[in-house]
């Protein structure tokens, strides 16, 4: 028994110094491919088609750029559990397997411009909980879809600069806690949807020079009080909605410049004046507009040189703003605000399995404060949960909150004895475009007695 036990580890002793072995030799053959220093790794300028293996599993920075690298495999970087640094750019790589990524739980930094990459698949960066800059520039990028880039949260930089993107999906960021700078520059996005960042309530410099977009309306950057640099040079851009810059709190540079037919407003010069009068705050805005004169004299000027309107208001004067509390508000519930820098305020919030949802008046420092509270108490839809949204005009308050009808996928959780009502929750998905009706219709129609767990998606 005892001689039989001796053979089985002698064997597996055996075994072991020949992996061992085997691998030592495996990165010895790399080292005499690349440079290998310490736990730096070069392999830049090599002409590669693929990634090496056997790569050593200690191994912090791997250079990979200017090969000709085509595709990210699965196994690719499997084994390297220490990489920090990984530079893939200027490469030929169109294609990153999804999960390829996934075990670099220390990436801090992943650069992969200047290749042909057309498509990112969601979850391609699923796992890399460290990763503080991705560049994706001078790619072949067309579309950015929802959830592209979401729980990564140390992420701090994206640049996208230079690729085809002209369409960005709603929730394309997601639970980027950390983001501060996100560069779409060059691309050829024509128009944003509502709320395509509101969730970045950290980002302070966003960079959409270079496209083609039209308009910038009240919704474009909402929800973005951190912001300070904005660049919308070099875009067709016409008009200028009143509100569009109003809840940017922190905006210190608006850069327009090359916007040839960009129209004279009042709107953006009244909010640089009120940030100069109310917070002693220079933001400097750059760009010419015109002032629509009916003759060849309609010579660009500075757009703070337009002529302020002495009837023009930052704050709607006689603001009404919808008023109510629940699931449903009825078009009656209207107030005429009394105050003054009154706008119109939303908030939802969870209490247990709760919802409720609040419309009224505030003013816009009120409703500043509130949305700066966002950030801890807007993330998850939990017990305790709340978010707030700032609007002016006259009930503009009285719309779905935040744009949740066709965007926000919500989960109720509640219970139900015998009669599943999830078929009915599915017809109300196609057939109502207010999410609040929806739901309440989800809730209170035919509920029967309470006792099993289901889910209700709308």
């Known amino acids: 028994m005892f001689r039989q036990n001796f053979h089985v580890m002698l064997t597996f002793v055996l075994l072991l110094y020949l992996r061992l072995f085997l691998e030592a030799h495996a990165v010895s053959d790399v080292c005499k491919l690349c440079e290998c220093k310490s736990q730096r790794v070069s392999c830049e300028y090599l002409d590669l088609s693929s990634v090496p293996q056997n790569i050593s599993g200690t191994v912090e920075y791997f250079y990979l750029s200017n090969n000709k690298i085509t595709k990210i495999e699965d196994e690719s970087f499997r084994n390297l559990l220490s990489l920090e640094s990984l530079q893939l750019d200027n490469n030929e790589i169109s294609n990153i397997e999804k999960e390829s990524l996934k075990h670099l739980s220390n990436l801090e930094q992943l650069y992969l411009q200047n290749n042909t990459i057309s498509n ?10 460290s990763l503080q800059i991705l560049r994706l520039c001078n790619n072949s990028i067309s579309k950015i879809e929802k959830e592209t880039f979401v729980n990564l949260p140390e992420l701090y930089e994206i640049r996208l600069s230079d690729n085809k993107i002209s369409k960005i999906e709603k929730e394309s960021f997601v639970n980027l806690p950390k983001l501060k700078e996100i560069d779409l520059s060059s691309n050829a996005i024509s128009s944003l949807k509502q709320h395509t960042f509101k969730k970045l309530t950290g980002l302070k410099t966003l960079d959409l020079s270079n496209n083609k977009m039209s308009s910038i309306t009240q919704e474009t950057f909402q929800n973005l009080y951190s912001l300070e640099d904005l660049n919308l040079s070099r875009n067709q851009i016409q008009m200028i909605e009143d509100g569009a810059f109003l809840f940017l709190p922190n905006i210190k540079k608006i850069n ?13 010069p009244a909010v640089v004046n009120y940030m100069t009068s109310t917070y002693n705050r220079t933001v400097d805005v750059l760009g010419k507009c015109l002032r629509g004169l009916d003759n060849e004299e309609d010579e660009p000027i500075s757009i703070m040189n337009h002529t302020q309107s002495k009837y023009y208001s930052l704050f709607q004067k006689n603001l009404q703003c919808q008023t109510c509390s629940g699931m449903m508000c009825n078009d009656s519930e209207v107030t005429n605000c009394t105050g003054a ?30 949305m700066r509270n966002n950030t801890s108490t807007c993330n998850e839809w939990a017990n305790g949960t709340s978010c707030v949204a700032c609007c002016s005009g006259n009930q503009c308050n009285k719309n779905d909150f935040m744009d949740w009808n066709n965007t926000f996928e919500y989960h109720l959780i509640y219970t139900i004895d015998r009669h599943p009502i999830s078929k009915n929750c599915n017809e ?7 999410v609040s009706r929806a739901v309440s219709r989800c809730i209170f129609s035919n509920a029967p007695p309470l006792s099993h767990t289901h889910t209700c998606a709308i």
Not at 120 to 129: A, K, P, R, V
Not at 256 to 268: A, T
Not at 354 to 362: A, D, G, M, P, Y
Request: charged share 20%; with cysteine.
């Open 120 to 129: 990112i698949e969601h979850g391609t960066f699923q796992g890399l909980n």
């Open 256 to 268: 327009l410049i090359g916007n040839k037919n960009l129209k004279c407003g009042y709107h953006l």
């Open 341 to 370: 820098e009154l706008v119109c305020q939303y908030k939802l919030s969870m209490s247990g399995v709760t919802l409720k949802f609040e419309r009224f008046c505030s003013t816009y420092r009120n409703c500043l404060e509130a």
């Open 428 to 434: 109300y998905k196609n057939h109502f475009e207010n």
